[in-house]
């Protein structure tokens, strides 16, 4: 199956830096890959998503990027602000298995 | 509410005791999973249907059964076989290519 890992586990920056969340999967099959906001005690949020046929994807202050070739995509949040500060979940869908896999999670924490 | 209902918000369970969890959605999404996520965690797959009667066991299904009699709905039953059920339960549903994933608001188990 699948093989999802994502770094960093634990992320601090000051109010107004950029953060950069990076996933690596292994089957080459996976084709969509979504970004999730998870605030405490709550549900998971789609923030951002990109499918294997684009490189980069951006919304305001969020952007991902997709590296096909080397299996891994990343979350670029710009200009950080402090309601920025939850746990973001990287996904990734495979064709194999016809199902989501998670990464573990980073925990971004934006200092004011 | 996102399409994807679960429910109780919050249950409690005495030992040895049976539970089962709602989770009802009007997406007219063929797929549901189910997820556990225990605090600082990831998401854990525990099962998951693509079609009405049929379902597969995902990373975590010991102590689990789940039934998908309607389209609708996936509930899940925390039976008395799984050892440690406090966590906080996630559903999801999407079409079954993975487009238009929404989670539920989730249901938190504790054992008392």
């Known amino acids: 199956g699948e093989n999802v890992e994502q770094h960093p586990s634990t992320l601090s920056v000051q109010e107004g830096d950029s953060a950069v969340i990076k996933c690596t999967y292994s089957?080459?099959?996976?084709?969509?890959f979504p970004w999730y906001k998870q605030e405490l005690g709550k549900r998971p949020q789609l923030i951002i998503d990109?499918?294997?046929?684009?490189g980069e994807k951006k919304d305001q202050r969020i952007a991902v990027t997709l590296n096909k070739t080397a299996k891994h995509f990343s979350l670029h949040i710009t200009e950080t602000q402090p309601e920025d500060s939850a746990v973001y979940f990287c996904a990734v869908f495979s064709n194999t298995g016809n199902q989501f896999y998670f990464g573990t999670g980073t925990s971004l924490t934006v200092i004011p | 509410d996102g399409g994807i209902t679960q429910s109780p918000k919050y249950l409690f369970r005495k030992e040895g005791q049976n539970v089962t969890l709602s989770c009802e959605q009007n997406?007219?999404?063929?797929?549901m999973y189910w997820y556990r996520q225990d605090p600082g965690q990831g998401l854990r797959l525990i099962y998951y249907?693509?079609?009405?009667?049929?379902?597969q066991k995902g990373d975590i299904a010991e102590g689990y059964s789940v039934s998908r009699e309607k389209k609708e709905s996936f509930p899940l039953t925390v039976t008395s076989a799984q050892k440690n059920p406090t966590a906080f339960y996630l559903c999801?549903?999407?079409?079954?290519?993975?487009?238009?994933?929404?989670f539920g608001s989730g249901t938190r188990l504790t054992v008392v």
């Open positions: 249907s693509q079609i009405v009667n049929d379902f």
């Open positions: 089957d080459s099959a996976s084709n969509y």
């Open positions: 990109i499918r294997s046929n684009v």
């Open positions: 997406l007219n999404h063929d797929a």
């Open positions: 999801a549903s999407s079409t079954i290519r993975g487009a238009g994933y929404t």
